[in-house]
C-alpha cells in the first residue's frame, strides 16, 4: 500500500528514470567502455546514474574499474543483503550494481522473491535518474530480457564486418523474435566520423531491407589510446581527459540522451522495469530458441 503511494507521489511529480540497455552482437567491441564514459558524461551533467552490470569479473564494470564486488543482485533476490549493500561507487558517484547470476535466476523466482526484488529497486534510498545495463554480448537467450525490457536500447558496434553482421543478427533476432522495433547506434573505434557514418549505413541498409526497424544513429566514439588508460587508472576519460576527442563525443552522446522524450507515465519507475524484466525472463526462459542468424 505504501508501495503504491511512493509511486504515485513520483509520477505526480513527474520524475522519472531512463532505463538504457548497450547490447552488442559480439564481445569486445568497446561496449563497456562506452557505457563508463556515457555513465560519466551524464553524471556531470548532474544525473544520478546507476549502472546493471551483467557481467563478472575482469571484463565487468567493476573489473574495468578496480572495483572489487562482494555481492550482486542475486543476494538480494535471495534477501540475504540490501541493494544500497551490494551497490559499489564507482567514479563520478555512479553506483555500480553488480548483477552476478541474479539476471538468469530472474524466470526461476517465486512471487515472494519477485515481489521483494521489485520492492528493492522501488525503496532505493538515492534517486536514479538514469540507469545504464552492460548486457552481456551475443545472442544466446538469456541474455535478451535485458534488452528486452529496457526503455531504450544502444547497439555498440565497431567497423570490423564481423561486428556489423553481428550487430544485424541481434537485431534480427530482437525485431522477429520479440518485436523490439526501435534501436540506437553507437559506433566505436573509428578513424573518422565518416567511418561512424559508414558503418551505420552498412547496418542500416541491410536492416531496412529485411527488417520493420527503425535505426537511429546516435555517433561514433574515436579509436583513442586514452580511453584504455583512463579505465586503467579508474575513471572515465570525460573526467581524466576532458580535452581528448572522445570525451567531447560522450559529452554529444550523454546530451542526446538528455533530450531523448521522457518515458511516459509508469514506464519511468525503476520498480516497473523490475517487473518488466522478471516478465521478459519468463517469456525468454519459454522461448524454444532464438531465431538464427543470416
Ligand atoms: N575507442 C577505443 N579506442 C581505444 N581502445 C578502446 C576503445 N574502446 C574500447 N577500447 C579498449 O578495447 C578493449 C575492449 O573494450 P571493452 O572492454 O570496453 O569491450 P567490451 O565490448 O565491453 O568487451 P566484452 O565483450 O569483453 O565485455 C579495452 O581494453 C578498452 O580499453
Ligand atoms: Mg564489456
Redesign the pocket.
Known sequence: MQDQAEGLRRLLSGAFVRIVTLA?G???????????NLAAALAKRGKQVMVLDE?QGA??VAG?LGLTPYFDLSHVVRGERTLEQVMLSGPEGIMVVPAGSGVQSLAALGAEEQASLVRAFGQLSQPVDVVLV?A??GVASHVLPLSLAAQELVL?V?PQPASMTDAYALIKVLNQGFARRSFHIIV???SGPEEGEAVFRNVAGVADRFLKVTLDYMGC????????RA??LGRSAVDAFPAAT?AQMFRDLAEEVDQWPPPGGEEGQLEIFMQRLIQTSRAAALEPGVPGRI
Not at 566514439?221 to 584504455?228: A, G, I, N, S
Open positions: 552488442s559480439r564481445r569486445g567491441v568497446g561496449k563497456t567502455t562506452v557505457l563508463i557481467h571484463h565487468s574495468t552492460d552481456a554480448a555498440v565497431d566505436n573505434r573509428v566514439v574515436p579509436r583513442d589510446e586514452k580511453l584504455r579505465t586503467q572522445a
